[in-house]
Antibody, heavy 121, light 109 residues
Framework: EVQLVESGGGLVKPGGSLRLSCAAS????????MNWVRQAPGKGLEWVSS????????YYADSVKGRFTISRDNAKNSLYLQMNSLRAEDTAVYYC??????????????WGQGTMVTVSS | SSELTQDPAVSVALGQTVRITCQGD??????ASWYQQKPGQAPVLVIY???NRPSGIPDRFSGSSSGNTASLTITGAQAEDEADYYC????????????FGGGTKLTVL
């Protein structure tokens, strides 16, 4: 079964750090670009960051640039998001999502269940 | 960066047809994809490309595009189709799928 499972969310104080992980299974992880997408409570979806299959190309939303770092370990079938200098507005459910382009699906074709990040004092 | 615009809310009578639209300059160059999200659940891809449905998505869901507007049509809406729907596209450079619409809340009456 193709699956993405996020972990690492929790409560953190403003200015603090958190590292999210996403474990992939059921597909050749190293062939796909991966993404983080977040959703603040009661709000819409916001793309956060993207990393290509070999980590050669990395992109960030302006709202997180300079504070968040995306990375991956293809040997461990894992995606990461290091979040520093966290702000209240970073409070959201964070989803790991596969870019299906390698399977000729130009979309986020697989999503994890999400992990909640709450930034509050 | 690009932006995609959706109507915040749309309603449809049970069994009728509804169209949800998405507008943006990036849609002149790239197809939109559409995601259904029910409360407390992760988004699910329902339409991608010119008009493609992933396995398991009912054929009452279809997509189309013209100019800077993409549309998701549900023909014969069911109660279980009540959800939020988001469109998505590549950014203007085509480097990533970094552009989402604000979402449309679909109510089935």
């Amino acid at each position: 079964e193709v699956q993405l499972v996020e972990s690492g969310g929790g409560l953190v104080k403003p200015g603090g750090s958190l590292r999210l992980s996403c474990a992939a299974s059921g597909f050749t992880f190293s062939s796909y670009s991966m993404n983080w997408v977040r959703q603040a409570p009661g709000k819409g979806l916001e793309w956060v960051s993207s990393i290509s299959s070999s980590s050669s190309y990395i992109y960030y939303a302006d709202s997180v640039k300079g504070r968040f770092t995306i990375s991956r370990d293809n040997a461990k079938n894992s995606l990461y998001l290091q979040m520093n200098s966290l702000r209240a507005e970073d409070t959201a459910v964070y989803y790991c999502a596969r870019d299906g382009e390698a399977a000729s699906v130009d979309a986020f074709d697989i999503w994890g269940q999400g992990t909640m990040v709450t930034v509050s004092s | 960066s690009s932006e995609l615009t959706q109507d915040p809310a749309v309603s449809v009578a049970l069994g009728q047809t509804v169209r949800i639209t998405c507008q943006g300059d990036s849609l002149r160059s790239y197809y939109a994809s559409w995601y259904q999200q029910k409360p407390g659940q992760a988004p699910v891809l329902v339409i991608y490309g010119k008009n493609n449905r992933p396995s398991g998505i009912p054929d009452r869901f279809s997509g189309s595009s013209s100019g800077n507007t993409a549309s998701l049509t549900i023909t014969g809406a069911q109660a279980e189709d009540e959800a939020d729907y988001y469109c998505n596209s590549r950014d203007s450079s085509g480097n990533h799928l970094g552009v989402f619409g604000g979402g449309t809340k679909l109510t089935v009456l």
